[in-house]
């Protein structure tokens, strides 16, 4: 009778490693700790055990102010009210500096695609974040992105282009072609990235020249939807 703490599975004893046996923790408050990390992206048990006894090393004073900052983090950030990136502010830094273009905005994905082209220094107009893209799959309809802000924003009067700037993949194209059907009946421009971002690429991922190079080379948005409809007649 192989000991209970191993567990067997299809009669197989398991080792008594880290990754099944959860329940030999020697406190409910680190096996607590243990699994909050292993619940967040790429952290595996193992390594949320090494986070957990590092953070346990540490002073109390540091732990805290660890813990506190996600509180804070969670408790006071808000989403731009115009552009809905995250802020510490009610309007963000970008939409609220008199020396970005107002006549422009880009479309992107999230906040990390704002820090990528930020990080070109080849655009100065404003940006709107979705909040992701239109995946059936992942049952994400055009309701839980915020089009309908994007589309307030447009009616508003102020933007003269729409750059699209998001993924280079099926789902990006669909976003793509769903924002520009939305906005087609109002006096601005839709463009789009220079495909210097390969197809199938995640734009955080492009290198800040690439990036940049597409930002300074769009292209309007309907040259490429009729290219596309050429291909498929
Ligand atoms: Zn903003």
Redesign the pocket.
């Known amino acids: 009778m192989p000991d209970e703490k191993f567990g067997v599975i299809f009669g197989k004893v398991l080792k008594p490693d880290i990754m099944s046996a959860f329940h030999n923790y020697p406190s409910k408050l680190l096996e607590q700790a243990v699994r909050e990390f292993a619940a967040l992206p790429g952290i595996g048990n193992k390594t949320a055990l090494r986070l957990v006894l590092y953070l346990l090393k540490q002073e109390k004073e540091d732990v805290e102010s660890f813990g506190n900052a996600m509180i804070e983090l969670k408790k006071n950030i808000h989403h731009?009210e115009?552009?809905q990136?995250i802020?510490d502010t009610e309007?963000?830094q970008?939409?609220s500096n008199p020396n970005r273009s107002r006549e422009q905005v880009c479309v992107v994905e999230n906040i990390r695609d704002v820090m990528a082209i930020e990080g070109t220094n080849q655009y100065k107009g404003l940006?709107h974040v979705l909040g992701g893209i239109i995946s059936p799959i992942d049952g994400v309809g055009p309701a839980d992105l915020t089009i309908d802000q994007l589309e307030l924003r447009i009616k508003s009067g102020e933007t003269d282009e729409v750059i699209l700037a998001l993924s280079t993949t099926m789902e990006g194209d669909t976003t793509n072609f769903y924002i520009y059907k939305r906005l087609q009946t109002y006096p601005i421009r839709v463009t789009t990235l220079a495909r210097g971002v390969a197809i199938g690429d995640e734009l955080e991922y492009a290198d800040e020249i690439t990036l940049g190079r597409s930002i300074i080379d769009r292209t309007p948005f309907e040259v490429i939807f009729s290219g596309r409809k050429q291909d498929l007649a």
Do not use: A, Q
């Open positions: 731009c115009i552009c990136n802020s309007v963000c970008i939409c940006y």
